[in-house]
Nanobody, 124 residues
Framework: QVQLVESGGGLVQAGGSLRLSCAASGRTFSSYAMGWFRQAPGKEREFVAA????????NYEDSVKGRFTISRDNAKNTVYLQMNSLKPEDTAVYYCAANYGLVISSYSRDYDYWGQGTQVTVSS
């Protein structure tokens, strides 16, 4: 099992930046592909970004390509989401998730563990 705790959310003006962190427990962090998802009020949870176990492969939702970067530091048991050029439509609760058994996935159903979420609010 793995426990995930997100941090780094907050309030930022449009065009600004935030870096989210997701700290994982345990000694097997490198066995999990990791993903970031978000959910805005009144909307379904949507995929944002994912990274393979070794960090060699990444996937991004189209609306965040070129603005967001997912990365991981397996020695620190942490995955990051660097968010630049933030827009009001990026406002949501952001969740990190861990996937055991697949190299990488953009589907929420493939993820085994989820964090509690961190709020990101982008003002216009």
């Amino acid at each position: 099992q793995v426990q995930l705790v997100e941090s780094g959310g907050g309030l930022v003006q449009a065009g600004g930046s935030l870096r989210l962190s997701c700290a994982a427990s345990g000694r097997t962090f490198s066995s999990y592909a990791m993903g970031w998802f978000r959910q805005a009020p009144g909307k379904e949870r949507e995929f944002v970004a994912a990274i393979s176990r070794g960090g060699g492969t990444t996937n991004y939702e189209d609306s965040v390509k070129g603005r967001f970067t997912i990365s991981r530091d397996n020695a620190k048991n942490t995955v990051y989401l660097q968010m630049n050029s933030l827009k009001p439509e990026d406002t949501a609760v952001y969740y990190c998730a861990a996937n055991y058994g697949l190299v990488i996935s953009s589907y929420s159903r493939d993820y085994d563990y989820w964090g509690q979420g961190t709020q990101v609010t982008v003002s216009s």
